[in-house]
């Protein structure tokens, strides 16, 4: 056994650790809980790829109407455009540049888009992991289900959602 693992044997009993207070452990761990998932939130990577596609992760805002726009690169061409999507709906609409949006539609998968595909798997991580304060989901009805939310993506004032 190495010097610094032995203990010399002291006299009278083993002292007892420091009491803390009650609750305290508790606090500290739920604190410590709290960092622990900041600090990987800091390693998330900012942008991830689905399909053909990469989008900004990191900077998803919130606008009117729960729709959450991002910056989005497809294929080689590193030209940004912008994606909006509206979890209520499961649709998506995206736009070049200060152009106009495109209208709604359902995501398109790699099977359907060689462009865009990949969009039904971002959609479903994005609104999987959205908070529920964060939503307003209506009882959903199957004329509802076809109809294009009524809130069009414009440029977004942040209201600090993600």
Do not use: F
Not at 4 to 27: E, I, L
Not at 131 to 151: C, G, L, M, N, R
């Amino acid at each position: 056994m190495p010097a610094w693992a032995q203990t010399a044997p002291g006299p009278g009993p083993a002292k007892a650790a420091p009491a803390t207070p009650a609750g305290a452990t508790t606090q500290q761990n739920a604190r410590e809980q709290q960092l622990l998932e900041r600090i990987r939130q800091l390693k998330t990577p900012r942008w991830r790829s689905y399909g053909v596609c990469r989008y900004d992760w990191t900077n998803w805002r919130l606008a009117d109407g729960g729709v959450r726009t991002t910056d989005v690169e497809c294929g080689s061409d590193t030209s940004r455009s912008q994606v909006a999507v509206h979890c209520d709906t499961l649709q998506v609409a995206r736009r070049e540049g200060e152009g106009a949006w495109t209208p709604w539609r359902l995501p398109a998968s790699a099977a359907e888009s060689k462009t865009s595909g990949g969009e039904d798997v971002m959609v479903a991580a994005l609104c999987a992991n959205v908070k529920p304060s964060e939503v307003k989901v209506a009882p959903a009805t199957k004329a509802d289900s076809a109809k294009p939310p009524s809130v069009k993506p414009t440029t977004p004032k942040p209201t600090g959602g993600r």
